[in-house]
């Protein structure tokens, strides 16, 4: 089994940044390849970004090249996405997941955090 709890969510103005942050325990953390989705009301699930157990290969959605960063620190048992020139569209509760693959299909990790909010005005 592996806990994740996300933290960093929060209301921010458009073009503001934020910091989300994943703390995980439980196995190995440095096992798994971690992701991150987010999901608006009214809509399914959406991928973010994704990165390698080692951080060495990184994959981000479309929707967020060029403003969004995952990173992960395998010392501290803990993933990030750094947010900036956030827009209202990103506005959203915002998942951290733990798999074997690194992959944008959520289905493929086998455990979840609770997620954060974020909430982004105009």
């Known amino acids: 089994q592996v806990q994740l709890v996300e933290s960093g969510g929060g209301l921010v103005q458009a073009g503001g940044s934020l910091r989300l942050a994943c703390a995980a325990s439980?196995?190995?953390?440095?096992?798994?390849?971690m992701g991150w989705f987010r999901q608006a009301p009214g809509k399914e699930r959406e991928f973010v970004a994704t990165?390698?157990?080692?951080?060495?290969?990184?994959v981000h959605a479309d929707s967020v090249k060029g403003r969004f960063t995952i990173s992960r620190d395998n010392a501290k048992n803990t993933v990030y996405l750094q947010m900036n020139s956030l827009e209202p569209e990103d506005t959203a509760v915002y998942y951290c997941?733990?798999?074997?693959?690194?992959?944008?299909?959520?289905?493929?990790?086998?455990?979840w955090g609770q997620g954060t909010q974020v909430t982004v005005s105009s």
């Open positions: 997941a733990a798999g074997r693959l690194l992959t944008r299909r959520p289905g493929e990790y086998a455990y």
């Open positions: 439980g196995r190995p953390f440095s096992s798994y390849a």
């Open positions: 990165v390698t157990w080692s951080g060495g290969t990184t």
